[in-house]
């Protein structure tokens, strides 16, 4: 998701949805009462058209609608909300009337809240910071060439392609091999030195036949914390080319959400484990998280995200003064999605659960 403004003194924030993901965030942060303004398209009938319902032409407009009602739909990309339209073009729509916008990707939506929470900040924060940290190292690599390119959410930028002097396998099998690993490690150094600057925590590896293979025992053999970051996949070239294949593919995104599914995923596995040997170290439920929070000792606070839209509004307060009160104690809080299994069992412990620094006090 890209954010273009930021502005919660007047309750504003603009932002362009860029996947199912983002669509959905906004979905955990919209409510009854706010405001949206956003690209969609109305059928306009003229007066000539009056008593025929099934004509008018569809026109694409900008409307701002105060949200009453609304829907996610992951497996459509489909975020639909309705509402009542508070400001739009006057010889085209008049305000009052009811309309439903269905969010498009890769197009503006400006979000007015009255008060924006600090679980729904800490929602956009998350989103920010995804956008900005989902950095990923895709090499291609085929025979004795290499292309190196730096990808994020917003741009992919080729850092280096390079040819090496490589002599004919059969004419001289130990030049060969010798000046091969030369070539792999030369990649292999510019690849450390990308993760180190960047912090890079994924890294695809592409390419045809068994130069990729070759490549991925040798970084086995010589950075095993790098190899750990690698998935080997194959595509039918190298290079730019090549590049391009494993972007089309969409591989990147599914890496990148399968990290953050699989790090939620060993959070609740740590909290059952606890809880399974009597740590003392985990807490769950509204209560008991509370007075560990009051007590300084909760290190990661554990929140599903159907918490943000209970209807139980002193519990919704009350766990929006605990993720403030949390980061103010410099402790992590993670807001899960009910979507994964990892949020749903989360949800089916009361939504709340905290991993502690030390035990509390009986």
Known sequence: ?????????????????????????????????????????????????????????????????EVEELAFHGFGDNLRFKGTV????????????????????????????????????????????????????????????ACVALVTQFSTKIISEFSASVSRKFSDVKQHSSEMGQFFQDVLQLMQDIVKQHETQVIILAGPGFTPEN?????????QLLFEKVSLV????????????????????????????????????EV??????????????LDNVKRALDMGAIETLLISDDQISIEDLDKRRIIDEMVDNNSKMRGKTIIMSINHESGDQLSKLGGLAALLRYPLPD
């Not at 706010?34 to 007066?47: F, Q």
């Not at 490549?215 to 950075?223: A, E, G, P, S």
């Open 1 to 65: 998701m890209k954010i273009l403004k930021k502005d919660y003194k007047h309750g504003i924030i603009e932002l362009i949805p860029e996947n199912t993901d983002d669509l959905y965030g906004i979905y955990r942060i919209l409510k009854t009462g706010d405001k949206v303004r956003a690209s969609t398209s109305r059928r306009i009938r003229r007066k000539d058209d009056e008593g025929r319902a099934d004509t008018g032409e569809r026109v694409k407009l900008t409307l701002e609608v």
């Open 215 to 223: 490549f991925h025992q040798f970084i086995k053999t010589r950075d």
């Open 272 to 285: 059952l484990k606890r809880l399974g040997q009597d740590t003392g170290t985990v807490t769950y439920g």
């Open 86 to 145: 508070i400001d739009g073009p006057d010889d085209l729509v008049s305000l009052g009337t009811y309309h439903t916008i269905s969010l498009s990707l890769m197009e503006k939506v400006r979000i007015v809240k009255v008060n924006w929470t600090p679980m729904e900040k800490k929602v956009i924060d998350d989103i920010e910071k995804a956008s900005m940290l989902a950095k990923l190292i895709i090499v291609t690599i085929e025979d004795n060439s």
């Open 234 to 269: 194959h595509v039918s070239t190298g290079g730019r080319v090549g590049l391009k294949e494993v972007l089309s593919t969409k591989l990147p995104e599914k890496i990148a959400n399968e990290q953050r599914v699989a790090y939620e995923t060993r959070l609740i596995d």
